[in-house]
């Protein structure tokens, strides 16, 4: 009786290790990286600002290219506890004169032209 015991503890042990076996007490944390860009934020800019006024409304870029400074990307994961990803990309464009040319990314997109 008592090997029978040992043999069923020894047996819950080994399959608490495995993945495929989910237990309902474990809490897994929603984990979010990079810039949170909103559509009021989208909407707000408008072709002709300054990158200081970009970045006043969206915050510093999470990318800024070393060898094509005038390109700015925005990117944001988010993974939840059910392991649904979340992925948004925003790329913005300037001249020059640092002026904003384009916005190219995954909110729907209004450009305000002065």
């Known amino acids: 009786m008592r090997l ?4 069923l ?3 819950v042990f080994l399959f608490a290790g495995c993945s495929w076996v989910q237990f309902p ?4 944390v ?20 300054s990158k200081t006024q970009v970045q006043y409304i969206l ?5 800024i290219d070393t060898f094509d400074p005038s390109r700015w990307d925005y990117y944001y994961t988010k993974v939840d506890s059910n392991n649904n990803k979340t992925e948004q990309q925003i790329s913005l464009r300037f ?17 305000h032209d002065k």
């Open 4 to 7: 029978y015991s040992i043999l």
């Open 9 to 11: 503890l020894l047996c």
């Open 25 to 28: 007490s474990i809490h897994k």
């Open 30 to 49: 929603t984990v979010q990286q990079g810039n949170i860009v909103s559509q009021d934020m989208i909407d707000k800019l408008q072709i002709g600002m």
């Open 59 to 63: 915050g510093t870029p999470l990318v």
């Open 95 to 111: 001249n020059r004169d640092s002026a904003l040319l384009s916005i190219e990314g995954d909110l729907s997109i209004i450009n």
